[in-house]
Structure formats: C-alpha cells, structure tokens
C-alpha cells in the first residue's frame, strides 16, 4: 500500500482478535490498535466453566494471545482497560478512558471495526446484586466464581438457565460433588431445541442427580441467617444455595454504536450487511454484537457464538485490505450450528427448529416441511459398546432440502450433525444425505452411517414408500393403532388401544385388520413398524409408520396431551 493506513478495533475476543490477525498478515504497512474493556485480549471464554471445574487445570491455557505476543508477533498495539466511550464518526476518531490511569485520550481511524460482544442478562430481581451470585463472561467473573467455591466451601449450587452456559457450569460444579439445581423459566431446558428433544437431557440429568425446577421463574434472592442464598421462585417454592450462577442468556453490546448513530436492527444488533459494514461505510461490527442473516431462513437473528465471530472477523479483514481472493470476501450467514456437553451427554443442533419453522408459517413465511425421528447406534451394532443416539430431522416437502437438525446421545452426536450441517450450507437436500459417502470401520460407524438412514428415511417419504404419522397427531386421529413389537414388549407398556401383533406373524394375520380405517404402526424405534408399513402398503392397505416409534412417544408425551 502507498498510504499508510489506520485500522482500530474496539473489542479483542474472537471476531475483534481474529480481525486484527488477519489484517496483519494482508497488510504490513497499516497501524493496527486493540482496545479491549476488560484486562484479558483474546481468551478462550468458552473454556470457562471448565477451568471453574478443574478440568482445564491451568488458567493460562485459555490466554490464547498476550498483549506481548500481539506486538512481537504481529506488530500490535493491544490496549487492555482501555474503555472507548464515543465515536467521533464525522472527525473519524474516538474517545477512550485508559480505566488504569483515569486519563481520557482521542485516537483518529480510517476503519473502525466493532466486536463488544455481548452481556449476560441480568434482570432487575430483589437480591440480584448480593454476594455469592455470578454471572460468566470473563476471567474476572471466573476466579470470583472459583474463589466464591473455595472460602465459601460450598455444597449447594443454583443454577438459573439451563442453556448452554447452565448445563455446562452444573457439569463443572458436579464433578466438585456440589449438589445443582437448575431454574428454568421455560418448561425446558435448552430452549433453543425443540422441547421432545430436550426430554432425553432432562431424564439424563435426573439420573445424575441434578434437580430440576422447570417452568419456574425466578422473583428475587435473599439470605438466610446461616448465609446461604435463598432463591424465590414465581411458584412460592424456594431454594437454598451457596453460590448461584446466573445464566440467562445474553444481550448485544450496543450502546457505543447506538450513542454515535449507528443504525440498530429491531433484534436489538447492530445492523450490518453480508460484508460486515454498518449504516457507516467506514465502520464495520462482527461478532455477539451484530444481527446478521439466518442461512436457513434469510431472516435476521442474533447469533451469539465464537464460529461465525471468528470467521466475520477474518471476512472484514479481507474487506478492508481489499485481499485478491477468487471468492469476494461476504458473510453468508449462520444457520446456528452448536454443540454442549454436560455430564457425559452431547447435545448438537443445526439449522431451524421446528418451533422457530412454525412461528415462520404461522407469519405467512416459511415452507411446508416434513419431520422424522430415529434412534441409531453410533457404530455398527455388532462391535461392543455401541451407543444410541437420537435424531431429528426436519426437511422441505417441495424439494428435499434440509432445514434443520437435532440429536442428543453419549457418542458420535456433533460427528453427525457437522455432516448435516455441511449439506445445509451448500443447500444440500434429503436425497444428498441418502447417498453421503462417510468413513466406515465397525467402531466408528456402520455401512449405512446414521446419515445415509437420515436421507434414506426422509427420500421415502417424499418418494412416497413411506407416509409417517406423529404422536402429537394421534389425538386428532381415527387411526388404528398397530403395535408390532414382541408379546414381552408390549406388556412393558404400550398405547392405548393399541392392537399388538407383532411383525414376525404380521403376514398370517392380516385379514384381522381393518381396510375401512387408516392403520398407525409404531415399535420401538421405528425401523419393524416400517418394514409392517411396507408389507401393508403393498397390500392394499392405508397405513402410517408413527415416527421414532415408542421411544419417541415416550419423549412427546411428557409435552403433549397424547393417549
């Protein structure tokens, strides 16, 4: 570059820090200033939770880059409690607060980026400011937390939210053996999935011995005598704790770029465009803090994860030192891939729910869709220690394209829906899932790999070898319930009303079924109920295979009013 250029970064996290890398190595010539809040750049604040419980022994491990290594390696100048207050957008400079010292200085750009991220939601709640509530964002809030633990010797934890954050601290404060609860205001955990799904985590955590108090908001905090926390719940019910963490959520970091004028989405983030700039074309925002566009859907959303801030961050710098790439440098969009652990369960999702789907349809959006559900093995069943894994699969109707997926399991789960979740960004349909390629060994997968059955089960269905039928449906329905499991299975339990002749006799018998009335077939999992549905089909009969069978029944029912 001729003319020496001046990029400043407000924010040095993931989308602010891989920014400032990237511009680096495009460009010698530019001068380059991190400003960043907090007294850490560039730390690993998903790692977190796992430094509170010990599992990430070292706090170093999750300094991903010093103020130091910016300067000696990339040529730098990172400045940490350094605070930036204001943008001068018509002078195209800022004010910042050096928080050490107090002094206030002004510092002029060519480019601006924005990457403050966001903060956790903290609602005005009676006690919400008292000693021994958390949130966690920062390595700050971390040692508080892990120092809280320490003097305090706790024995009792609350934890209010049970998203992302909330399973991932009752795991971190578990294996302490500190006794969690988790508040939940919605009737689920994980909000974000769909709620059938969430059952299978929720019956993982009883097992763990985690209490669980769904549907239940909080009020207010107070302290008892003895010191512990009481958490007030809309209920009138109380728990007792010695540490509560919060986690809520979070909101975007808008208040700089609202105060200078800069144009904010109805979502509540900065408004950018697939390029990452503002309503300022000499400014750009990535990361917590920005609504960018649902790849699914095309709609706005705020998508608070490390991935997609990381590659804006890149993208932007590509924009701005105007790189010779043979793809112009623009951000496509997220479609919210994400996985969470918590106590030896995974839990993964890409895509659209089917809740979100419906809210879409319901405004005139959206497109007809079909879902299904099944239980695989995570390897071939054969070799020892094969684990299931549940799966559910939404798709579109008029092409086959894949909209979104769920599944929860011990094994394999973030394997699979990282291949769903390549198909859905090249707008890959059910039919590329059926013929997918993918590694095989008997203890890693199986010929046909979970996916393939995906694609497979899903081009059945728009192919027409196979119409499914859902529980939630089943109240509304005339059907007659078939249930082909052995004699042994269905005295376990099983639907009521439901007839049981089980698959192996099925040919002999079927002149006791009606052919006046549409036939429902379920088993357990779903795979003999559609060999029965098959075998019906092509006799003559009406007939639905009830998708995901009674494992899936088991999940629907705890949120469905079904028989």
């Known amino acids: 570059m001729t003319i020496k250029k001046k990029l400043l970064i407000v924010g040095g996290v993931a989308g602010g820090a891989s920014c400032a890398a990237r511009a680096r190595r495009l460009c010698e010539d530019t001068e380059i200033i991190i400003f960043e809040r907090g007294p850490y750049v560039s730390f690993a604040n998903c790692g977190l939770p ?75 709640l009676d006690g919400i400011d008292l000693p021994g509530i958390f949130t966690l964002r920062t390595i700050p809030d971390m040692r508080a937390i892990i120092d809280w633990i320490k003097t305090k010797k706790v024995k009792k934890a609350a934890v209010v939210g049970g998203g992302f954050i909330g399973l991932e601290m009752t795991e971190n404060l578990k294996i302490q053996d500190i006794d969690v609860t988790i508040i939940e205001m919605l009737p689920q955990v994980m909000p974000a999935l769909d709620p ?29 005598n003895t010191s512990t926390i009481e958490v007030i719940l809309e209920s009138g019910q109380i728990v007792v704790a010695d540490i509560v963490i919060l986690a809520m959520g979070v909101r975007p970091e808008v208040e700089l770029a609202k105060a200078s004028g800069i144009a904010i989405g109805d979502l509540g983030g900065i408004l950018v465009d697939d390029q990452m700039q503002t309503s300022d074309k000499s400014i750009f925002a990535v990361g917590d803090a920005v609504e960018v566009k649902n790849f699914v859907t095309g709609t706005q959303g705020l998508i608070p ?41 995974t839990i993964a999702s890409t895509g659209i729910t089917e809740k979100t789907l419906k809210q879409l349809l319901d405004h005139g959006n959206g497109e007809p869709y079909e879902k299904i559900y099944f239980h695989p093995g995570h390897h071939a069943s054969y070799y020892p220690g094969a684990k299931l894994i549940t799966i559910k699969l939404i798709f579109s109707t008029k092409t086959g394209r894949i909209l979104g997926a769920q599944a929860v399991g011990r094994e394999g789960v973030e394997k699979r829906i990282d291949a769903i979740a390549m198909t859905i960004q090249h707008n890959g349909t059910v039919f590329d899932l059926e013929e997918a390629e993918l590694c095989y060994a008997p203890q890693y997968g199986s010929p046909n790999d979970p996916i393939n059955i995906a694609g497979m089960i899903a081009s059945n269905v728009l192919r027409g070898y196979s119409r499914v039928a859902h529980w939630e449906d089943l109240a509304e329905s005339n059907a007659y319930i078939l249930d082909v499991r052995e004699p042994h299975e269905f005295k376990r339990g099983h639907i009521k009303n439901a007839v049981n002749i089980h698959l192996g006799v099925l040919r002999k018998r079927m002149s006791e079924l009606p052919r006046n009335r549409e036939i429902w077939t379920y088993c357990y999992e779903g795979q003999r109920s559609y060999f029965a549905a098959r075998m019906l089909d092509l006799h003559g009969f009406k007939v639905r295979n009830i998708s995901g069978g009674y494992l899936t029944y088991t999940a629907v029912k705890q949120f469905k009013d079904i028989p």
Not at 96 to 114: A, F, I, R
Not at 199 to 205: A, N, S, Y
Not at 321 to 345: D, E, H, I, W, Y
């Open 305 to 345: 994860l490390a991935g997609p801030a990381s590659r804006q961050g890149r993208i932007v710098a590509d924009i701005i030192m105007g790189s010779n790439t043979l793809k112009p440098p623009s951000f496509r969009g997220a479609q919210t891939t994400s996985v969470c652990g918590v106590l030896g369960l």
């Open 196 to 224: 059938e799904i969430t059952t299978f985590i929720q019956g993982h955590l009883k097992i763990e011995d985690i209490s669980l108090y769904l549907g239940s908001p909080v009020v207010g905090f107070r302290y008892t």
């Open 50 to 124: 796992y430094h509170v419980g010990k599992v990430i022994p070292r706090e170093q491990s999750l300094i991903i880059a010093s103020p130091e290594l910016f300067k000696k390696r990339f040529n730098i100048d990172v400045r940490t409690e350094n605070n930036v207050r204001y943008i001068n957008r018509k002078n195209k400079e800022i004010e910042v607060e050096n928080l050490k010292s107090g002094k206030v200085y002004k510092e002029s750009y060519d480019t601006l980026v924005l990457s403050p991220g966001a903060s956790p939601l903290k609602p005005r």
